[in-house]
Each structure stands twice: as C-alpha cells, then as structure tokens.
C-alpha cells in the first residue's frame, strides 16, 4: 500500500481518483507546520503540496522512501528541486490546469487598475459617494507590453487583442512566426518598456526574471504606465515600483503575488494606486479541480511505476519518441545491470552507442536507464531513472553517448562499454523483431542470449570436454541449464560459454567450477 500525504488544501473532487485508489492510503493534513512534515514525511511515499508547502532538502532527506512530490499548480519555486533530483524523488507539476484562470485572473487585475475598481467600491461601501477620484483610463488603443510569452502570457495576449490593444510580447522561445500569428509585435524588454502603457509579467521566477523590471526599467518607462505581477513576487523589484509609484511614473500596479508571502510591512500594500490579491490566480473552482485531477492521476502513475509526464526534474519525452524508445527500455536497464556485474573494478567511464534506426531518436532517457542499470548493481535501491546521471558524475564517471546510423546487420543495436581502472568490458542488445530482447555480443564473441533470470557467464579455454564437465557439476548439484550458448575466437583459443539456468547457483558451485583447469573465469549474472 503506498501512502500520499497532502500538505495544502486541494480539491477533494480533484483528488478523488486517488482516494478510490485500492492500492493508495491518502492523509489529507492541510497546513501542516514545518517541524509536523518533518517529523511524518519519513512514512509517506508521495507528498502532494500547493504553493504553501516549503519542500526544502531537510525535508527530502527525511523522507526517505519518497518517491514523488506533485504540485498542485505550475511554479515549483516552493520545492527544492535539486535536492529532489539528487535524492531521486520525482517532481511533477500541473502546468495546463490554471492557465485560464490566472489568465482570466491578470485581465481582471488589468482592468482593475484602469479604472480603480478596488477603491472605489471601498469608498462606497465605507458610506462614501465619491465620482471624482477614480477617473480611469481605456484600454482601447493602448499598448500592453507581456513580458513572458508561455502559457498565461499567450492567453492574455489573445484577450488583449479583444480589447483592441497593440500587444507587445517578449520571450527568449517566441519566434516571429508565432508572434505574428497571435497579432502580437515581437519586441525585447527594451522595447516594452519604452512603449507600453500596461506591463504584464508572466515568467518563471528566475535569476533571469529576478527584478527583471527595477528602477532603470521604470526611469525609462511612460509616465503613467501601469504594471502587473500575477506570475511570482519579486519578477518586479518591489522597493523601485514603490519609489516609481511616488514619482508619479507609474500611475498603478495590481499584485497578486509578493516578494515575501504573505507579506509583511510591505509599503506597497496600503498605497492608494495599489490593487491586491492575496495569490488567488489560480483560486477558481475550476483550476483547482484541474490542478488537483492533472497531480493525482499522475502520482498514481509513478507510484505504480507507469509512464507518466510532466515531470520538472526530468527531460519531457515527446510521444512519437516515447512510442520508439520505450521498447528499448527494458533492454538498456539489462544491458547496464548485466555489465556492471561481469566488469571488474571501479567504473570511469562508460560509453554507449546507439545504431540503426534508434540513432534518430533522443536516446538521453534510455542513457538514463541504462546508467540506472549499471549504478544499481553496486548502489542499489538508492538508483533510479531521475537521479542516475547525477548519481554518476559525484562519482566522476564519464558518460559518453555516440550514434551511428549504420545497423551493425541489426535493425537497431546498443553497445554498452564500461572501462574502470582495470578492464574495459562490452555488452551489445538488441531487439528482435517477434523474439523480444537479446544479448548479441560481449566483448568480441557474438552471441544470441535472452537477458532474464539466472546467468553463468564461463570464460574458458576451447578443449574437449570443458561444456561437458560444466553440464555434469550443475546437473550434480541440481541446476537445470535452460539454454546454452558457446563462442570462441579460434579452434582452441578463448571462448566463452552464456548459460541460462532455472535457479541462482551457490558460492560452492561457482568455485567448483572456477577450479576447473580450463575454467579461466565464471560470473553468475542475475537480471
Ligand atoms: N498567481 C497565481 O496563482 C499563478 C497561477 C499559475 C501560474 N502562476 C505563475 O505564472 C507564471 C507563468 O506561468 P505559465 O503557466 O504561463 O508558465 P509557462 O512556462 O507556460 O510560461 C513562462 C514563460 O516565461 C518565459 N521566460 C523565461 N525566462 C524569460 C525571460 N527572461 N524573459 C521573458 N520570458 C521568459 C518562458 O520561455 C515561458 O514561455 C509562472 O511563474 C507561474 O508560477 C501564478
Ligand atoms: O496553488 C495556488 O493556488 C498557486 C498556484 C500558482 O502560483 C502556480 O504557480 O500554479
């Protein structure tokens, strides 16, 4: 039974399909404090949080059988996703599910701050009828300035265009295609802020972002500018809006999210050409539903070790390439798990070559599992597909990935070598068209093995009578060998025997059959 815990109100209807998980313990603790989630995280397989749920490396090391962390929305600011990464713990988010809202949201805050909406209904309902003090402005004609073109940006951008606004838009992945087909001027930061008389912000919030608009952005900005924040406090430096707001260059801001949440003694909040929310972008029914359905579906899924998307800390697979690669999956971690155990000493370098038609394809999530395979043999459960690569460089292995579009007389061929600092071994897989997975060569001898169950590896002189004695000593001791394959250099040179066998033989055995004169090494491989 795996347990969930969910540290921040979510959508009950959202969260149903993991309610009625028959294989899914859900605690639902909205609010927890800091030292509560610290203290009970260590029991918990998923951990589903908001935006409130600080997810920080002590509580990652104390949760040492999670395996997933969903959030409930798009920003990840609140979960350190690196400690996540390095402890192997899955970070998924819910991009698609508030999108509208917070879009529907900044518009609501835009027109707002055009036409005092906030204060005015506060001045009325405090007993006052006052017509004078909140003469607004048009959107009509004016120029909105979106810097951060995702998906909330785009969205604004389509109802700006509504309002027979001229939208500039600014963001390092927007083309002139596309700029042009959402009737949006492509511009740079430089010309949003020279031009618009509305600036919204819908970025991340990164080193990049941070204070992407600060006092030289407002010095140069139109006199009566508006600005608005509903992505992440701190893309606008607070204390320059502040100063700006009383100059008189920037004529109101409508915030929805703080530098620090909830805020405190921030001078903004309380300004007369301030309007405010307390985060509530994504606060609609709706959203939350969306957010919470988009997480839980997913959780169940990486619980249930089934492919899932929308994870922040690993690479997205597109489709049409997941259906291509994912075969080779299986094959890549075997190949990993059945080097690691026939190479001697401590690995440096590990290369992997791609041939066929695979070579076409983004191989890196199958490099990730093939690494998985090679590190678990000496790391364990501590391994997995999310933080393997991380994993390998604090161990100062080398990971080379080459391609190669000729087939090798396979339609698809990975060849996995490993040099450590005493050999370099090579394994070779392939998958065959109606006859699944093989092993198709090691080191320089081709073979035809299926990589599954029990493995003797023999590496031994070619002489009469060697297969024979090796068949005696396991039927003596009850081992049954399934299948057998033999390869040799030369007529009487090295050669090696790949035997499946139906059980794992004991330490006796394989020293039995180490003995043997011939015999020049025996490895039990277990995949
Ligand atoms: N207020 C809320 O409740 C609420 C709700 C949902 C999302 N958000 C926030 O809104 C923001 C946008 O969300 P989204 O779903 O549109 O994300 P998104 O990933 O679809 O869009 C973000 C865009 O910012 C762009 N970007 C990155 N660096 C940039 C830079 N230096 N200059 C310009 N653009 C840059 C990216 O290329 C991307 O296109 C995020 O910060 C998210 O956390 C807030
Ligand atoms: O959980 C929330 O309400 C905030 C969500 C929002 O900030 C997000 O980034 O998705």
Redesign the pocket.
């Known amino acids: 039974m795996f347990k969930v815990l969910i540290s921040d109100p979510l959508s009950e209807f959202g969260i149903q399909k993991l309610l009625d998980a028959p294989d899914v313990e859900v605690v639902q603790k909205p609010g927890l404090s800091p030292s509560d989630l610290l203290a009970e995280i260590g029991d918990y397989d998923a951990l589903l949080v908001r935006s409130q749920t600080q997810v920080t490396t002590d509580v990652l090391a104390a949760g040492k059988k999670l395996k997933a962390i969903g959030r409930a929305?798009?920003?990840v600011?609140n979960i350190d996703i690196n400690a996540a990464t390095q402890a192997g713990v899955v970070v998924i988010n819910a991009?698609d599910g508030?999108?509208m809202?917070?879009c529907e949201?900044s518009f609501a805050m835009l027109m707002a701050v055009a036409r005092n909406i906030p204060q005015a209904h506060k001045k009325l309902t405090d007993g006052k009828w006052d017509r004078k003090s909140f003469q607004g402005v048009e959107l009509n004609n004016k120029v909105l300035g979106i810097?951060?073109?995702?998906?909330?940006?785009t969205e604004v951008a389509k109802r700006a265009k509504a309002f027979n606004m001229t939208v500039i838009g600014?963001?390092?992945?927007l083309t002139e295609e596309r700029a042009q087909k959402l009737g949006v001027i492509h511009g740079s930061?430089e010309d949003i802020v020279l031009q618009a008389d509305f600036i919204t912000v819908?970025?991340?919030?990164?080193k990049?972002?941070r204070h992407?608009l600060s006092t030289r952005e407002f010095e140069k900005m139109k006199t009566g500018v508006r600005v608005i924040n509903?992505?992440?406090g701190g893309i606008i430096d607070e204390k320059a809006l502040y100063e700006a707001i009383l100059t008189g260059k920037v004529a109101g801001a409508a915030l929805?999210?703080f530098e620090v949440e909830p805020p405190v003694d921030n001078p903004l909040i309380g300004l007369p050409q301030v309007v405010v929310t307390p985060?509530?972008?994504?606060?609609t029914l709706e959203a939350q539903e969306n957010v919470a359905i988009d997480v839980s579906e997913e959780i169940i899924k990486i619980l249930r070790d089934e492919p899932f998307k929308n994870a922040v800390n690993l690479p997205s697979i597109p489709a049409h390439v997941m259906e291509k690669v994912q075969p080779y999956f299986v094959l890549g971690e075997k190949l990993g798990h059945f080097i690691a155990q026939v190479t001697v000493g401590s690995i440096q370098d590990v290369t992997i070559a791609y041939s066929g038609e695979l070579a076409e394809f983004d191989t890196a999530p199958l490099t990730r599992t093939i690494l998985k395979g090679i590190l678990s043999f000496h790391l364990g459960e501590e391994v997995n597909y999310v933080n393997a690569p991380h994993l390998a460089k604090t161990r100062d292995i080398h990971v080379t990935e080459q391609k190669s579009s000729s087939n090798k007389g396979f339609t698809n061929l990975i060849t996995v070598s490993l040099k450590t600092n005493q050999q370099t071994r090579l394994v070779a897989g392939t998958l065959l068209n109606g006859y699944g997975a093989r092993i198709v060569k090691i080191d320089d001898f081709a073979i035809d093995v299926a990589p599954n169950g029990h493995l003797l590896y023999v590496h031994h002189n070619d002489r009469p009578g060697v297969i024979g004695r090796v068949g005696t000593i396991l039927g003596t001791n009850d081992v049954n060998i399934a299948t057998m394959q033999v390869g040799r250099r030369d007529v009487g040179g090295d050669a090696i025997m790949m035997l499946t066998i139906d059980k794992a033989v004991t330490a006796e055995i394989l020293d039995t059959l180490g003995e043997m004169s011939e015999i020049k090494s025996v490895t039990q491989i277990d995949l």
Not at 147 to 153: A, E, K, L, P, V
Not at 170 to 173: E, H, L, S, T, V
Not at 202 to 206: A, G, S
Request: proline share 8%.
């Open positions: 929305g798009v920003g600011d991009p508030n999108t809202s917070t949201h810097i951060g073109m995702g998906r909330i940006g600014y963001d390092p992945f930061v819908h970025t991340p919030l990164i990049e972002t992407i509903c992505a992440r929805d999210v985060h509530l972008g994504a606060s």
